[in-house]
């Protein structure tokens, strides 16, 4: 039986469209468990209408013409029902409706299970026997099972196939694929198809004739390409600010290192040919990085696969081809490179469109920065026929248009329009300060890291740095930076805010943040060793960021320290009391170091509960939504399957906030917002009800919401939050202040979101 279903399904997933899978299905059901009809009814919901779209056994004519209302019927009853409706003399049973065309007279036996995705019904596989029987239960839970297994394969399927139509027929239908969202925006242009520009592969081993010449050839290529990233380094450091341009580094570094070059140059003597020698490098090495468990560095994959690409087409000797660049170029690939993206002008750059990825790939970090829409992860778009096509990429929703109807274009120009309306109108604020309308003064502060979200200008935007996530320089390592390599960076940060604050997070590694040089595998990574954790059964490593951080800040006295996923008070009794003894040191060794401001994240549950004993300890909180929604709802941040339950408007996340603003307030101590919630100005309006202080984002939401802050007086937004606080739906809570948003004329600040 599994044997059976696991080929069914494999088959189906192989399936070119929507049609060849229905049909595999009904062919294979049919023969294995042999009965006289096996049909798949699809639900068109436009039309309220079953459709008898695939049949083994019934008339093949009837195929798109049969069909049933929604409620008809035995295929109806198992759609309202959700569940298996099993009968034995089906033409007897009230709710059986003959249908003509289909010619199914002489069928008695009926069996019909729902097939169903995430939730909804799409359609009903039936099967139909002769004469007058009951199906058994081996039968039924066999179908269930399968239909169960076949509802993502079925979707799958008729997404690609709405393509093919999109692009066979010479009126464009509105195809929707669906993707992640990568960086925000709407982009309308057309696809310019990337490709891997060697086939690394497909090269065989071969003997080399002349290894001396073998070597030649593979490090001439080598620094051909590391010319050519450095030349991409040089046009991209107008706008990308530093930690972007380290990608490029890290790119380099690789090439300048010794494993990735030395390594193939020995194989090279072993014996191999230089490219046969290369593509074994490289699939080493991919295989090292595919294997990690932390997202961010199984994208590294890629960055080496390119890196081996690169070097081969020099190493062939294939000079580059020229293609068209058009003027509103949108980037298609099955995997798009940080530097195939470097190598188009910006100013043709109109959007992204990724086949494989997700917005943790260095692409999608880096149009985040550009500020370029970008869709990751469209895993049913036929790459290699969109060149020159046009592609609507809708960066908010993760959707993509193939050849849109002019209906779909129209839609998405005016979205367009508004947006470029909006950005003009928020230049307006941007010398403003954040304040209300009524006097009350909110800092709005920069999350900054890799991600930072702008360009080289983002130094001067913000009123400092509420989150500085200290792992990301971990993270582009191969061993824990050392105290001095630290002191250099955080110096770095401090300065080019000073005088305003900026607050370094300390260690906030684990979770699905893996440093390659320090992997640690659980079961459940989120609930195991993380942040604090670590850096308190690894004091020698938190003392050396601590010691690091206070030695930066001397003579700029603009530090802030903040530690993450504190779950108990004696976790931040021994964080502080190293805190001291690395103060004590420093001071010791005559170093003029301030004791800075020391916080929290509240991010755990438990914390939430335990303000008034952290409150006497420490100098401010900051609210990590992104973790504190995860924890208090149980839902996984990054699991797309549980993506619609993930609400920080939930109910439950606005009552914690009130009780952390609450109890800290008591004690004199601000309260900021560091988690994406803080840039997405609907939540902002309930984050200014809930009265915290100040609110820490990404630079690309710094002035939508500003523009929220200096549009509500603070008696509006608690007026507000009563509202939002009678509600249970998070949808509800979301739709009150997106309707708040348009009556204030912010309509363009609404956004999708849960
Ligand atoms: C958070 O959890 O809200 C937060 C800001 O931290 P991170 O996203 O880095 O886990
Ligand atoms: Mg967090």
Redesign the pocket.
């Known amino acids: 039986m599994l044997d059976t279903l696991r080929r069914i399904v494999q088959e189906v997933n192989a399936a070119p469209d929507l049609q060849g899978a229905l049909d595999i299905i009904v062919e294979r059901v049919k023969s294995s468990v042999a009965v006289d009809v096996a049909s798949v009814y699809l639900l068109d919901e436009e039309q309220g209408q079953f459709v008898l779209s695939a049949t083994q056994g019934l008339r093949k004519d009837a195929v798109g013409k049969a069909q049933l209302g929604s409620s008809e019927g035995l295929v109806g009853m198992v759609c309202e029902r959700e569940e298996p409706v099993n009968i034995e003399d089906a033409p007897s049973h009230p709710r059986y409706r003959f249908i003509h065309e289909t010619g199914e007279d002489p069928y008695h036996g009926f069996l019909g299970v729902p097939i169903i995705q995430h939730g909804k019904v799409l359609g009903v596989l039936v099967v139909r026997q002769r004469k007058v029987r009951k199906f058994d239960e081996d039968e039924e839970s066999f179908l269930v099972t399968l239909a169960a297994q076949l509802a993502g394969a079925i979707t799958h399927a008729g997404a690609s196939g709405k393509v093919t139509s999109a692009l066979t027929q010479t009126e464009s239908v509105s195809a929707a694929l669906r993707g992640l969202p990568g960086a925000p925006g709407v982009a309308i242009g057309q696809a310019m198809v990337v490709y891997p520009p060697a086939n690394l592969e497909a090269i065989p081993d071969r003997v080399a004739v002349d290894t001396d010449l073998e070597v030649n050839n593979f490090e001439a290529a080598v620094a051909a390409v590391r010319d050519d990233l450095r030349d991409y380094a040089n046009r991209m450091s107008a706008v990308l600010p530093a930690e972007e341009l380290a990608l490029f580094d890290a790119l380099l570094l690789m090439l300048g290192g010794d494993s990735l070059v030395a390594e193939t140059v020995q194989r090279i003597r072993e014996g191999n040919w230089a490219a046969g020698a290369l593509r074994e490098t490289i699939a080493q090495h991919v295989s090292v990085f595919e294997a990690m468990e932390d997202s961010y560095l199984r994208e590294r994959a890629s960055d080496i696969r390119d890196l081996g690409r690169r070097i081969l087409t020099h190493m062939q000797s294939h000079p580059a081809e020229s293609v068209e660049i058009y003027p509103d170029t949108v980037l298609v690939g099955e995997d798009i490179s940080a530097s195939q993206l470097a190598e188009i002008p910006l100013d043709r750059l109109a959007g992204i469109v990724c086949a494989s990825g997700s917005s943790s790939s260095h692409v999608a970090i880096l149009a985040q920065a550009l500020g370029i829409p970008a869709v990751m992860g469209v895993n049913d778009m036929p790459v290699s026929r969109l060149e020159g096509r046009t592609i609507i990429a809708d960066g908010y929703r993760g959707d993509v248009f193939v050849n849109p109807s002019s209906l779909v274009r129209e839609e998405f120009l005016l979205l367009q329009t508004q947006e470029t309306e909006l950005t003009e109108a928020l230049k307006n604020v941007a010398g403003q300060p954040s304040v209300t309308p009524d006097g009350v003064p909110v800092p709005l502060y920069l999350?900054i890291?890799l991600v930072s979200g702008g360009g080289t200008e983002v130094h001067s935007e913000g009123d400092g740095v509420g989150?500085y996530?200290t792992?990301v320089p971990f993270l582009m390592q191969d061993r824990f930076p050392g105290e001095e390599e630290q002191l250099r960076i955080y110096r770095n940060a401090l300065q080019a805010f000073a005088p305003r604050p900026v607050t370094l997070?300390t260690l906030?590694v684990g979770?699905d943040?893996m440093l390659p040089y320090f992997p640690v595998h659980e079961d459940n990574p989120f609930l195991g060793w993380r942040g604090i954790r670590i850096s308190l059964d690894h004091p020698e490593i938190f003392l050396s960021q601590i010691r690091a951080m206070l030695r930066a800040s001397v003579g700029l006295n603009n530090l802030t320290i903040m530690l993450?996923m504190v779950s108990s008070v004696s976790e931040l009794d021994i964080a502080m009391s190293l805190i001291d003894q690395a103060h004590g040191e420093l001071l010791e060794d005559g170093m003029p170091v301030h004791r800075p401001p020391i916080g929290i994240?509240i991010?755990v549950p438990s914390a939430v509960y335990q303000i008034e004993a952290i409150a006497r300890r420490v100098d401010f909180f900051?609210?990590?939504?992104?973790?504190?929604?995860?924890y208090l709802l149980a839902v996984d941040?990054n699991n797309s399957r549980v993506a619609n339950l993930y609400q920080c408007l939930h109910p439950a996340v606005l009552r914690a906030i009130r009780q952390v603003v609450g109890e800290a307030h008591k004690f004199g101590k601000p309260v900021s917002v560091?988690?994406?919630?803080a840039g997405d100005p609907a939540a902002v309006l309930a984050l200014l009800g809930l009265e915290v202080d100040s609110l820490s984002m990404s630079v690309s939401n710094l002035a939508r919401v500003k523009w929220v802050v200096r549009s509500f007086t603070r008696n509006e937004v608690v007026g507000l939050l009563d509202q939002a606080l009678a509600l249970e739906e998070p949808r509800a809570i979301r739709d009150l202040y997106n309707s708040v948003l348009e009556q204030g004329g912010l309509g363009g600040l609404v956004r999708a979101g849960n």
């Open positions: 999350n890291g989150l996530r792992e997070r906030d979770g943040k993450p994240m991010e900051s609210i990590g939504t992104n973790d504190l929604t995860q941040r560091c988690g994406e919630m």
